[in-house]
């Protein structure tokens, strides 16, 4: 299974960005399917998981009402819409993929990764 997470980029403060990540190697629909991030000098942390239905969601409290984590399995791809981006929200993206059933927070339930993209809000 291969992960390629793009969308990154560098955008204001209360600006917008859709992350996507592409799934490759095997369908990804049956797959909880997570966005991490990790800022300089801080510890990867979770943003936001989907199981593979798409019917149950969980947010970081930090990303709750301004991001949506959303899923394509026919286009076997996953987004993230981020919206009133914050410079807090400065961090490299990471897309991951976890065999187990329910939503994943912790991100050793997660065995394949992307290669990040990085996300710059400026303020």
């Known amino acids: 299974v291969q992960l390629q997470a793009s969308g990154g980029g560098l955008v204001q403060a209360g600006g917008s960005l859709r992350l996507s990540c592409a799934v490759s190697?095997?369908?990804?629909?049956?797959?909880?399917m997570g966005w991490f991030r990790q800022a300089p000098g801080k510890e990867r942390e979770f943003v936001a998981a989907i199981i593979w239905s798409g019917t149950n969601t969980d947010y970081a409290d930090s990303v709750k009402a301004r991001f949506t984590i959303s899923r394509d399995n026919v286009k076997n791809t996953v987004y993230l819409q981020m919206n009133s981006l914050k410079p807090e929200d400065t961090a490299v993206y990471y897309c991951?993929?976890?065999?187990?059933?329910?939503?994943?927070?912790?991100?050793?339930?997660?065995?394949?990764w992307g290669q990040g993209t990085q996300v710059t809000v400026s303020s």
């Open positions: 190697g095997r369908t990804v629909s049956g797959y909880t």
């Open positions: 991951a993929a976890s065999i187990r059933i329910g939503v994943k927070l912790n991100q050793y339930d997660y065995a394949y």
